[in-house]
């Protein structure tokens, strides 16, 4: 969706006057070393962030396939014991917040219960 008279990020719209931002002021870095560590270290979160996406999304279409053969066979479409043995996976992985993660991981892969 695009709004008139605003750019996406790091675009210029033709009556933008050209402003020029250095990679430290961009990173928040006081130092060129600095900016292009973490301009490089941003580069990999993306592509981790990226990986990550998609193997949730690979997640939530196994998880449809095993409801739909669940609810096919006249069970129910979740398995609370199953999504119990998950969160305590996440939790022992990542401590609490490992908990908040695999709920939303778990809401996006069977939706609210």
Not at 86 to 102: E, F, S, W
Request: overall charge positive; hydrophobic content about 40%; proline content about 4%.
């Amino acid at each position: 969706m695009s709004f008139p008279g605003l750019a996406a990020p790091g675009r210029r719209t033709p009556k933008e006057p050209h402003m020029s931002v250095t990679r430290t002021e961009k990173t928040g870095a006081r130092t060129d070393e600095a900016a292009t560590l973490i301009t490089g270290a941003r580069e990999r979160i993306d592509a981790l962030d990226d990986r990550i996406i998609g193997l949730i999304q690979e997640r939530m279409a196994v998880s449809a396939v095993i409801q739909e053969s669940r609810i096919a066979s006249g069970g129910r479409r979740v398995n609370l014991n199953r999504e119990m043995e998950v969160l305590a996976h996440y939790r022992d992985a990542l401590g609490k917040p490992g908990t908040a993660l695999a709920m939303t991981m778990l809401e996006l892969c069977r939706g609210r219960i």
